[in-house]
C-alpha cells in the first residue's frame, strides 16, 4: 500500500511539473538580431523570430525614470543548447502552458537565410521589385528555385531574392554577432581608444584619397576631445593649399569635415569639428564655434 501510494506522489508530482512548464514566443516579424539572449549584458546568441521557447526562470528588474518606477520582465531561456536572459520587449508579451500553434520549435525549425547587404527582393526571378533586403536582417524562405530563394515575407506575400545576396542561417548568425561584439566594443571603449582608432582610420582614409587623386594636401594630423563627446582634428595643410582658389579650398574643407563627421562622430556631425593650419600652426581654416559642419577658409 505505501509503495502504490509513493508510485502515486511521484506521478502527481511529474504532472504538476509538467503543468507548471511555461512557454514564450520570440517577436514575429523579419528580423532575428532583435531577438537576442543577452548573460552579463553581452549577446550570446540570436534567435529567429516566431520561435517558441520554454521559460527557466522569470525576474523582474525595476528602474526609475522621471515618470517614475518601470518594471521590466526577463526570461531564461535555452535555444540551441545555449541559456540566457531575454527581454519581455523581444517577445509577443504572453507566456503559454505548451508552444502556440504555428510557432516554430526544436522539433518544428524555421528556414532562414540571412542577407550580406542591401539589394533587390522581386515578385518573381529577375522581375517587378517588392523591396529590399538590409544587410544582416534575418528572413525565412519557403523554397529555393535554381539560384532563387523564394522568401516568406508578410502574410501570405512571397518574394525572390538571388543567392548572391544571402548567407546560411549559421553563416549569418556568425556576421551578426560579429557585428554585436563590434559595436559592443565601440560602446566601451575609453575616450584615449577612441581617440587612437578615430585618429588611425581617418589618416588611412586620407591616405587612400590621395593617393585616388594623385595629391596629398595634408601633411600631418592631430586628434583631441576636450570634453570626451565632440572631437577635433587638427590638419597641417602643404603650401599647395594657399596656392588654390578659395571655392576650391572651402569644398575641399568641407570634405574633410564630413569624411572626419562620419569616423568620430555619425549620429551628430557637428560634434566632429577640423582645424586647417599651415606648417607653422597658423589657423588657415576649419569648423566655427557653432558647430563642426559649419565651415570657414582664408579668403585670400
Known sequence: MRCAVLAMLIVLLSVCAAAEKKYVVTAPGSSAPCNAIFNSGQTITLIPPNQALEVLETKTKERKTREGKISATYFKVRYCGIEGWMGEGFTTGKTFDSPPAGAATSENPLKLLFAKRVDNIRKVPNGPILGKTWELECYEYEAKEGSWY???????????VHESVVVSEEEGRKMVLAAVAKQQKLENETPEEKGRRVLDEFIKKLNEIGKESGAQI??????????GESWIATLTVVNEWHLTNYQSRLQCAQGFQSLWASIASPKDPNKAKIKVVDFRGNEVGGSRWGGGTLIWVQDK
Open 150 to 160: 523564394k522568401l516568406k515575407l508578410f502574410g501570405d506575400i512571397s518574394g525572390y
Open 218 to 227: 595634408v601633411s600631418n594630423v592631430g586628434v583631441k576631445s576636450p570634453d
